[in-house]
């Protein structure tokens, strides 16, 4: 993992990889121990506004790992900010956005909320049920969305030309593995870590995710999985509100046992026990004299018998 010198003074620039996926959440809603995603996001801008509060150079960007796309919540283009009625005669309106000022809420606060319930809203009110069923399946585009991450911290990391800016990554997750994004998730995971960019992960709802605890495990981020759907808030707030610095002064939660297992690239399934290309890194969970992604051939002779019984047979 690159080395990367933290300092107190440093920019802290926390990326949230939020999973919209609407099947999953209306599992997540139906559980013995329910949360909903309006529920889940009413504490995840609780804690973005307290990032942002942390430090007054702090900085925030959202993107949604939605069903058969990923899509950047938060900060949206000027020209895509949602614009709302103003009343001019009005003298608590502002003028960024045309959003209507709240005299109880830090306006950049609600500037943040806004635009991140709005872009929200319209991405759910663009899903279409059958569409998704009959298309491209129900798996969230987890890989899409952590590739918009690292090329958005590409960007502006290099406008920094000081280098006091220090991104992290933080998914939020309620699907489960798809093993069909394996090549291109594992792609991502080791960009992150050649970048040295720490990848937490809250585990909502759901079964273990092995690819993402992966991920957690080889950039050196923190995995989560939270047990009271209820209390998301507070998970959020003792594990994953310090910034890098401040990490190196607390005992945060470890992962004790990390499933390695991969996916194969023949039939895109989870295996425990697969076999290697030793030339191109391929997985396959059967053997084959050729490799099917860069047309290896190996050559191998069949198994003899051991010495003794060979000689008994010559007999």
Request: hydrophobic share 40%; aromatic share 8%.
């Amino acid at each position: 993992m690159k080395d990367v010198s933290l300092s107190e003074d440093d920019s802290n620039l926390l990326v949230i990889i939020l999973d919209t996926n609407p099947f999953a959440w209306d599992e997540s809603a139906k559980a013995s121990s329910p949360l909903s995603l309006e529920v889940a996001l009413n504490q995840l801008l609780i804690f973005i506004n307290a990032h942002l509060a942390l430090k007054y150079n702090n900085k925030v960007a959202v993107i949604a790992s939605h069903v058969g796309q990923s899509r950047i919540l938060y900060p949206l283009p000027h020209n895509e900010v949602p614009q709302k009625t103003m009343d001019h005669d009005d003298d608590n309106n502002v003028n960024n956005g045309g959003l209507r000022r709240d005299a109880n809420i830090y306006p950049h606060f609600q500037v943040v909320t806004e635009e991140i319930v709005s872009s929200l809203q319209k991405l759910l009110a663009d899903t279409s049920t059958e569409f998704l069923k009959k298309d491209i399946g129900v798996s969230s585009t987890i890989a899409g969305a952590l590739s918009t991450a690292l090329c958005y911290i590409n960007r502006i990391t290099k406008a920094d030309e000081e280098g006091h800016i220090k991104p992290r990554i933080l998914v939020l997750s309620v699907s489960p593995d798809s093993a069909y994004q394996y090549i291109a998730l594992m792609n991502c995971i080791f960009s992150a870590q050649k970048m040295g960019i720490p990848l937490d992960v809250c585990k909502v709802y759901g079964e273990e995710t092995a690819f993402l605890q992966q991920a957690s495990n080889i950039t050196g981020g923190i995995y989560v999985r939270v047990e009271n759907p209820q209390a998301l808030l507070e998970y959020l707030m003792m594990a994953f509100l310090p910034d890098r610095y401040a990490r190196n002064f607390l005992n945060l939660p470890t992962q004790d046992q990390v499933d390695f297992r991969a996916a194969c690239f023949c039939h895109k399934k989870i295996v425990d026990i697969g076999f290697v290309c030793s030339v191109c890194l391929s997985i396959f969970c059967k053997w084959s004299p050729v490799c099917s992604t860069c047309k290896t051939k190996f050559a191998f002779r069949p198994m003899l018998p051991p010495p003794s019984q060979n000689h008994k047979l010559k007999k």
